[in-house]
Every structure is written in C-alpha cells, then in structure tokens.
T-cell receptor, first 115, second 117 residues
Framework: DTGVSQDPRHKITKRGQNVTFRCDPI?????LYWYRQTLGQGPEFLTY????????KSRLLSDRFSAERPKGSFSTLEIQRTEQGDSAMYLC?????????????FGPGTRLTVL | AQKVTQAQTEISVVEKEDVTLDCVYE???????LFWYKQPPSGELVFLIR??????QNEISGRYSWNFQKSTSSFNFTITASQVVDSAVYFC??????????????FGQGTRLTINP
C-alpha cells in the first residue's frame, strides 16, 4: 500500500488568492480527515468524510474553506481569499471501516504560506 | 471536551540515555483511545501506538515502551537507549467520538525531543 499522499507539498500564495489542496487516502479506507497544524502546535481537526459524505465540520472551518470528496475517493480542500492567518500545514488522514478507535494514518501534509 | 497536556515542550538528552515523554489527558468518556505519533523534520505524522481505555497493560516495542495509568489519566512514552534518529516532535492524542462511529483526534502541543551524539 502506498499510504496517504497529498499534493502539493508546498504552496506559496499571495493574500486574497484561492488555493486548492488534494489528498489521496489509502485505497481501502472509507474515512478521511483534514487537520490544520500551525507552528509549534499540535494538529487541529477541520473536517471528516465518510465515503463521499461530509459528516462533521469544525468551527475552525470558516466560510472561506470548502472540502469535497467526490465518489468517496480523493478529497480536495479549497481556501478562498486566503489570509495570512491561513498559513499552516494542512494534514490529511484516512482510516479504515471499523469500530471506534481505528487508527488514522497521515499524509505528508501541504505547507501553505500566505504572503 | 477532551484535552491532552504535554507539559514538556522540549527535551534534550545525550545519545544512549533513556527519556520519558509525559502525557496527561482529560475526558468524560468511559471508552476512548490514546495514541502516540512521531513527527520528524519531514513533517509527516508517523503512527506509533494505539491504546484503548480498557487495556491498561504496559506495552513494549523494541526500545519503545508505554505506561498507561487510568488512575492518573496518564499515558507516558519511554525511549530506552535513545538514538539520534529518535529526534523528532512527539504528539500524544486522545480520541473524541464523531457520528457513525468515527472519531477525531485531539492532540497535545507536542514535545520536541533532541538526541545529541
């Protein structure tokens, strides 16, 4: 298995621009999560998909953020009108179907810098 | 709400020393899961261990061992005979239930471990 992949690994953008990140989960995993990690902090939950359904969103996910998972495979996270406060590492994780406690496996992350 | 505290922000030791990373958690759930992840400089979070709340047995995996004590709400991680490759940021995390059996992870702030040669 190739693990969780994310693209791009790094993104530098100017304030006000839109950016989109992609996450490809482990192929047999039906659960997909997005987290955000700022410098010196632990990751914070943003949103969760089970198959193609977005079932949970954090209050951290403002109206400028949108996530999709068409067909229950890869997922995209879009940030519109980026702000300097959006600069962070965006991490994607996936986990397999199962009971509570299934382990989440993380991708390498996309590091966003907003100038 | 769930909370994880890693009071040690940074630890620096000399190679071959043993080192313990502390993790204290808060939860009102009776069933929960605890995790440790390693984040090397490359940035990817690497899963190390998962422990459920009903299993208080300590676990050993090579140079790594974990001590889960429900009475003190702690889940500490010890590296024996540390090596330079162990240098990384280590995160302790606690599960918080979402709908339909899924969970999100609540992370501590992490402990930056530096092993000096």
């Amino acid at each position: 298995d190739t693990g969780v992949s994310q693209d791009p690994r790094h993104k530098i953008t100017k304030r006000g621009q839109n950016v989109t990140f992609r996450c490809d989960p482990i192929s047999e995993h039906n659960r997909l999560y997005w987290y955000r990690q700022t410098l010196g902090q632990g990751p914070e939950f943003l949103t969760y998909f089970q198959n193609e359904a977005q079932l949970e969103k954090s209050r951290l996910l403002s109206d400028r953020f949108s996530a999709e998972r068409p067909k229950g495979s890869f997922s995209t996270l879009e940030i519109q009108r980026t702000e300097q406060g959006d600069s962070a590492m965006y991490l994607c994780a996936s986990s397999g179907p199962g009971t509570l406690g299934d382990t989440q496996y993380f991708g390498p992350g996309t590091r966003l810098t907003v100038l | 709400a769930q909370k994880v505290t890693q009071a040690q922000t940074e630890i620096s030791v000399v190679e071959k020393e043993d080192v313990t990373l502390d993790c204290v958690y808060e939860t009102r759930d009776t069933t929960y899961y605890l995790f440790w992840y390693k984040q090397p400089p490359s940035g990817e979070l690497v899963f190390l261990i998962r422990r459920n709340s009903f299993d208080e047995q300590n676990e050993i995996s090579g140079r790594y061992s974990w001590n889960f004590q429900k009475s003190t709400s702690s889940f500490n991680f010890t590296i024996t005979a540390s090596q330079v490759v162990d240098s990384a940021v280590y995160f302790c995390a606690l599960s918080e239930a979402l709908i339909q059996g899924a969970q999100k992870l609540v992370f501590g702030q992490g402990t930056r471990l530096t092993i000096n040669p």
